[in-house]
């Protein structure tokens, strides 16, 4: 079965300070992945996916992520924190025969000033 | 051009009663699928519809139910609510059925129950 597991459920960061947010799947092939963000009181915005063409990701607002097989990890990482960053990260990956996402159980990404 | 809707923004129902959450998708998409997000945690699937039939099911009480209306729109129903359906509630829309399409999200409808 498909699953997702982010390392840390809390991230604290400075500002101008390199993001890393933390994710490993499990799946029995090389699966579609994406990075989804929410920030308070708003929907799920797509950040990046991936969908086994470059391992190296880039999404929007300056993130990007790599993916890598041997590792099973799909980070996400940015290399100067902004305060518009602050939300909460989801790691997703889509349930193989069906037609759900799986979702991570989140990151919240703090920023300080 | 739009994103997906949904109403009410927040709602305040007491145990026992029922609701009904509403999604309008994205125009063009065919594919509604609905999720759970609980306080602190990742979104839970519990339904997916896709030309007016649910093609996919979550693991979730007979109490959950949906459907699809012939411009795509769809319905999230819940009967005899319990505390612990206090959520938010979302709508993502996509072209097509499969897992592998882009989800687009709306901002969710916040369901309290007391």
């Known amino acids: 079965a498909q699953s997702v597991t982010q390392l840390g459920s809390h991230v604290s960061v400075s500002e101008g300070t390199p993001v890393l947010l933390r994710c490993n799947y499990s799946?029995?092939?090389?699966?579609?992945l994406f990075w989804y963000v929410q920030h308070p009181n708003k929907g799920l915005q797509l950040l990046l996916k991936?969908?086994?063409?470059?391992?190296l990701v880039k999404g929007i607002n300056g993130f990007e992520a790599e993916f890598k097989k041997s590792e099973t990890s799909f980070h996400l990482t940015k290399p100067s924190a902004h305060m518009s960053d602050a939300a909460e990260y989801f790691c997703v990956v889509p349930g193989v025969g069906t037609y759900k996402y799986i979702f991570g159980t989140g990151t919240r990404l703090k920023v300080l000033a | 051009d739009a994103g997906v809707t949904q109403s009410p923004t927040h709602l305040i129902k007491t145990r026992g009663q029922h609701v009904t959450l509403r999604c309008s998708p994205i125009s063009g998409h065919k594919s509604v699928s609905w999720y759970q997000q609980v306080l602190g945690q990742g979104p839970q699937f519990i339904f997916q519809y896709y030309e007016k039939e649910e093609r996919g099911r979550g693991n979730f009480p007979d109490r959950f139910s949906a459907r699809q209306f012939p411009n795509y729109s769809s319905e999230l129903n819940v009967n005899a609510l319990l505390l612990g359906d206090s959520a938010l509630y979302l709508c993502a829309s996509s072209l097509d059925r499969g897992s592998s399409y882009e989800q687009y999200f709306g901002p969710g409808t916040r369901l309290t129950v007391t």
């Open positions: 799946s029995s092939y090389s699966p579609s």
């Open positions: 991936y969908t086994s063409a470059a391992t």
